[in-house]
């Protein structure tokens, strides 16, 4: 990154240093955004990103001025909050940090701690939780009084604050939605503005008959905005073909793809047309082109060039009239510094890009794609239908879905087949959700305090660990399939514990 030159200003309000947050989740940026400046009465800024808070930061604050800084450890395209805090200590700035992960655990706090963080937050959290902290933060280490929070003494204050806090919840509460009309787009749900800008980048594209390259992460729905495209075009009366380029074989590909005549190899035993010649005044959908070997490359870019093919075994050239869609979730850029993919073929395939956003950049659309798979999952007479609790919708609403919608579908599935009919509660979701969730993980922080005269920790754990099986076993009737389940473990390792502990139950190990 290049030197900046600080130039001596400050923030726009004297009265109290000003927070600073940087978090690239709009939804939960703005949120917290407005909750301090209604419940501190402070300056906040709120930026997406850290370049862009370093930029206005070399443009607007004199590094002397103190600052409080909430950061996402997080942000995606490379750069986390931990970094930001070292290039801003670097650049001898003064200022307090919180850091806030979706993921807690002892190596984030060793690295939060490592860096001078203050405090670091496990989302979701409650807003009295953030509000201690940042009173906190600014009173020991700005050594400033915030005069928002009104009674004798600070103590006092953050006190009598608290009921008043722990009353509301620490993200608006989200319901399920049925999406409108509006809000379906060949198949493709959504009514976030990052989904629009795809929508409306479709509908401008596709009467065009330009190679089109789909980048996004797995799950996103990459053919399903392929299909749209083709349904659009002037050639949606013609076949769309599709191949993915990562699931065939290469010495398989080239003759899917092209075709081949009869004792071309062993096993080509009749002529085949390929899905180019198939899909002939219509579209091609080339899934997952990250993947295709070099050799192949070579060969598709002559197809995009001369719209011809030739099949394995003939020196005969057949021409093709069809419409290239590409896909890919690999960054085809680092492939073609790294010699991985051809940089001519690249360029070739790149006309018009259209990016689809992860789910977790679009959060908004989660309650109307659950009710979306609801609809599609639950049975005619309603009668495996489920419901979510407040704290299982948060729980969704929260989770970082890398599979993206592909696996918010699939855990839509799976609750309505063995949960239909009743209302979903946080432990009913897949341990995955539930076990990685700071809500969970902060609720066992609580659990005891340490005395005065210690404890034997290594009784205490066992006490702890002998109390989770019984409770397990109890609750599946002794199934220690089910109970391993429940405690995230393998059946053979609650076995060997339950033997270990001499725990002795009825009930069966299926």
């Known amino acids: 990154m290049n030197d900046l030159n600080f130039l001596q200003n400050s923030f726009d309000k004297p009265t109290y240093p000003t927070l600073v947050i940087v978090e690239d989740d709009n939804l939960l940026g703005i949120t917290l955004k407005k909750y301090l400046e209604r419940t501190f009465g402070l300056s906040v800024k709120l930026y997406t990103s850290s370049e862009d808070c370093l930029v206005e930061f070399s443009k607007n604050h004199n590094p002397a001025a103190p600052f409080f800084l909430l950061a996402d450890i997080s942000l995606g395209q490379g750069s986390d909050g931990l970094l930001l805090i070292d290039i801003l200590k670097e650049r001898g700035f003064n200022f307090v940090s919180v850091i806030m992960t979706g993921f807690a655990s002892i190596e984030t706090a060793i690295a939060a701690t490592k860096r001078g963080a203050f405090h670091y937050l496990t989302k979701p959290f409650e807003l009295d939780v953030l509000k201690q902290l940042v009173f906190s933060g600014y009173r ?20 009598s604050a608290a009921p008043r806090l722990r009353a509301r919840p620490a993200m608006p509460k989200h319901k399920i939605e049925k999406p409108g009309a ?7 749900v959504g009514r976030s503005p ?31 905005v392929a299909n749209a495209i083709h349904k659009l075009s002037p050639r949606s009366g013609a076949p769309r073909v599709s191949v993915n380029c990562g699931a065939i074989p290469g010495e398989l590909l080239e003759s899917e793809l092209f075709g081949h005549i009869k004792g071309s190899f062993t096993g080509a035993i009749s002529n085949r047309k390929g899905r180019f010649e198939i899909a002939h005044q219509g579209s091609m959908f080339l899934d997952e082109i990250g993947d295709m070997p070099l050799m192949l490359q070579v060969k598709l870019l002559r197809v995009l060039q001369l719209r011809q093919i030739e099949p394995v075994g003939s020196s005969e050239a057949i021409d093709v009239d069809v ?14 510094k790294e010699g991985k993919f051809r940089e001519d073929l690249f360029y070739r395939l790149n006309v018009i890009p259209i990016h689809v956003p992860d789910l977790k950049q679009r959060r908004e659309d989660i309650p109307l794609l659950i009710s979306y798979f609801l609809d599609r999952f639950t049975s005619a007479d309603r009668s495996n239908e489920i419901s979510f609790s407040h704290e299982a919708m948060d729980l969704l609403m929260s989770y970082e879905w890398p599979g993206n919608v592909r696996e918010l579908e699939n855990v839509i599935e799976r609750l309505v087949i063995l949960r239909g009919g009743n209302e979903i509660l946080p432990e009913d ?5 539930y076990r990685t969730n700071p ?6 922080k609580t659990l ?29 009737g002794g199934n220690k399939n089910q109970a391993s389940k429940l405690l995230s473990l393998n059946r053979t390792t609650l076995i060997e514990k339950m033997k270990k502990k001499g725990i002795e139950l009825g009930g069966t190990d299926a």
């Open 429 to 433: 979701l897949p341990s995955k959700i």
């Open 140 to 159: 020991e280490k700005l050594g400033v009084e915030l005069g928002a929070i009104t009674s004798s003494t600070a103590e006092e204050q953050a006190t």
């Open 439 to 444: 809500l969970v993980s902060l609720q066992y």
């Open 182 to 188: 509006e809000d379906i787009f060949f198949g493709i």
């Open 194 to 224: 990052a989904m629009k800008e795809v929508f409306a980048r479709i509908e401008k594209v596709a009467k065009s008959d330009s190679t089109i390259l789909i980048t996004g992460a797995s799950g996103t729905g990459k053919e399903l």
């Open 323 to 336: 419409r290239v869609i590409a896909a890919t979730h690999r960054d085809l850029d680092l492939q073609v």
């Open 448 to 476: 005891f305090e340490l005395p005065d005269q210690g404890v034997d920790l290594k009784t205490i754990l066992s006490d702890i660990e002998d109390s989770l099986i019984l409770q397990a076993l109890g609750r599946t």
